[in-house]
């Protein structure tokens, strides 16, 4: 069984307005508010696809009880670990006249013994092969917890999905992880590394390997994604799309590409397919119907990177 965590989850408040005036009464057009999170986004694009998974993380106030219900309503398995005092926090996309604004709040604090209960219910999961974690951390967690729960899966052979842009994740690199997915801008940030053009790629996934990733999915957003599994590197270029809001369309990407990799099926169709769900995504509000992802398939193109 697949689980995901998402250690910082949220409420997004997806809003769509012509105007955004400074010192103005704003009348918006639309708003649509969605139970998220970046994990919890995997496991909603996982069911779509097909594939069941159970969440994981920490909840508080009315917006985390908000979020737990509507995630039970439509029949998912949440185990929260429950923080006292805190509100889950809710963050603010906006959509005016072509340009996103992101409002990502920091989140409420997790004190050390609920940052145990998630510990020990990890340990506790018989069930659990794979355990994917997306997103930032809350207030009062510390990078080091990263540790702690990575040892956990390493002693319990449970496989470690990361998509994380902590400068952590370079140190984490030791725990063997089975996939990681940074994007361009993260490769930047925490390794020091640019993307320019195929021989920096080259570089960036050996170095990657070297480091102890299994495998790694490298996005670009409108530019394709990279794929590398040590022996062989894929490139797979992006559709073309009128980008509405960009929120959820990584971690849809990351869902669409492990319903098909962790079967066992097909790479270039996972790739295609990751890439194709992360565009649909991105003209959408939060995640979307994704009705335009067999279209989208059918145009792209995979190409080995030698
Ligand atoms: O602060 P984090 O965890 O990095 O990002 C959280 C978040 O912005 O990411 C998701 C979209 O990817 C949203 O659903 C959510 O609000």
Redesign the pocket.
Known sequence: MIYTLTT?P?I?MNINTKTLKPSHVNRTDEVVYTP???GI?VSFVLRHYGIESKILGFFGGFSGHYIVDEIRKRDYVIEPVWIDDEITRI?IFINSNGEEY?L?NKGGNVNSEKQQELLDMIKSKDDCTHLSI???LPAGIDESYYHEILKICKEKGIEIILDI?SKELKELLKYEPLLIKPNDDEIKEVFGMEITDENSVKEVMKHLHGLGAKNVLMTMGAKGLYFSNKEKIWFCDAPKITLLSS??S??SCLAAFLSEWLMGKDIEYALKKASATGANVAESMAIGDLKKVDKYIESLNIKEVK
């Open positions: 910082n949220a997004d998220n999170g970046k986004n963050n992101k990502v997306s997103g930032s842009s929120a959820c990584g971690d």
